[in-house]
């Protein structure tokens, strides 16, 4: 991206939040869609029966500053739609949650001359390839890799035919969930003709620095760097404190543009988060700071205030410059493991 080699860019914040405080009813929900199930909570779906709260949101984070704006298609996948009896909805959910950002993102470039993007937003679903969810089967799992890949196969393909220009695999707390998502946009990209970039982020469950499949940052790295992705990072798991050391090892590693969006802060008790924008805002400008990061965020709590404190704080600052590692070969298991020449 040759706007990323200017400047760090800045994505968007949560949608769910936002959604929460619009306090909707099931009738915002299920619109006029007679599905059989409730639809309350079904975020996704919105695009639908709501398109107008999808792009009201869309449109803050875009005042707020934002170069990338994501779709709100974390669960717009036939696994995670069926707890809502909603799977024939898919293709037309990623369809209009894409068309809703590109047509906004299209219009605030056309205001000012600076180009926006859409990351078509795909989440890790609700099922894992790793690990069984039975700790008397260890050997079972509920889908299949050739099962997930025609999921993730689905919905990109929705996300891009609405004007997508990336493919954001995002929250992977499964490395094989992630590289089924790989071999997805790989299958679509020859059945296109064209390339269709990939943007990837990890989530850490605890603060060692590794994901729940038990991979760490850099046996992750490890092993999708096959995949080209335009950008690499971390996503929700904690808040930019939690996340600093990982992000300053990543930054290390990475050659290629590093994305880094936490959460706002550590929930409290009550399950909600408190962080104020400017102390957000001023973690994220120590790693910007340090040239450790090319786009910067928000997760799980944060608001277009986050985001606007973001984009204030990293005004002028130069973007991470891509590192050069040298040619080895770089293997993953759990662990990362080189072989030296």
């Known amino acids: 991206m040759q706007e990323a080699a200017k400047r760090v860019l800045i994505s968007d914040g949560a949608f769910g939040t936002q959604i929460q405080n619009r306090k909707l009813t099931e009738a915002d929900y299920a619109g006029d869609l007679n599905l059989p199930a409730d639809q309350k909570g079904n975020n996704d779906i919105l695009a639908l029966t709501r398109p107008d709260v999808i792009a009201d949101i869309t449109r803050a984070y875009l005042d707020a500053g934002s170069d990338i704006v994501s779709t709100n298609t974390f669960s717009a996948n036939t696994i995670s739609q069926a707890d809502y009896k909603a799977e024939d909805k898919v293709d037309a959910i990623n369809v209009e949650s894409a068309r809703i950002a590109r047509e906004l993102a299209d219009e605030y470039a056309a205001k000012d001359g600076l180009p926006r993007f859409v990351a078509g937003a795909i989440g890790p679903t609700n099922k894992t390839l790793s ?51 790989i071999f997805a946009v790989k299958k679509l990209e020859r059945e296109l003709g064209r390339e269709v970039p990939i943007m990837m982020s990890m989530t850490l469950t605890d603060l060692s620095g590794r994901n729940l499949s038990g991979h760490t940052v850099e046996a992750f790295w490890h092993s999708v760097r096959h995949a080209r992705p335009v950008t690499i990072g971390l996503n929700c798991s904690f808040g930019a404190e939690q996340l600093r050391p990982h992000v300053q090892l990543l930054a290390k590693l990475a050659d290629t543009l590093v994305m880094v969006y936490p959460n706002a802060g550590l929930p409290n008790e009550l399950g909600e988060y408190d962080e104020e924008p400017d102390t957000t805002a001023a973690l994220v400008k120590a790693w910007a700071d340090k040239g450790q990061v090319n786009i910067l965020g928000g997760c799980c709590g944060s608001t277009p205030e986050h985001i606007a404190a973001m984009a204030k704080a990293v005004v002028g600052l130069p973007p991470r410059e891509l590192p050069e590692p040298p040619t080895v070969m770089r293997l993953a298991g759990l662990e990362p493991f080189e072989i030296a020449a």
Do not use: C, M
């Open 131 to 181: 690990l069984s969810p039975d700790v008397e089967d260890p050997g079972y799992r509920e889908i299949t890799f050739d099962h997930l890949v025609e999921v993730y196969r689905q919905q990109a393909a929705g996300l891009v035919q609405g004007g997508a220009d990336f493919i954001l695999i995002e929250t992977v707390f499964d490395t094989l969930n992630a590289k089924a998502g």
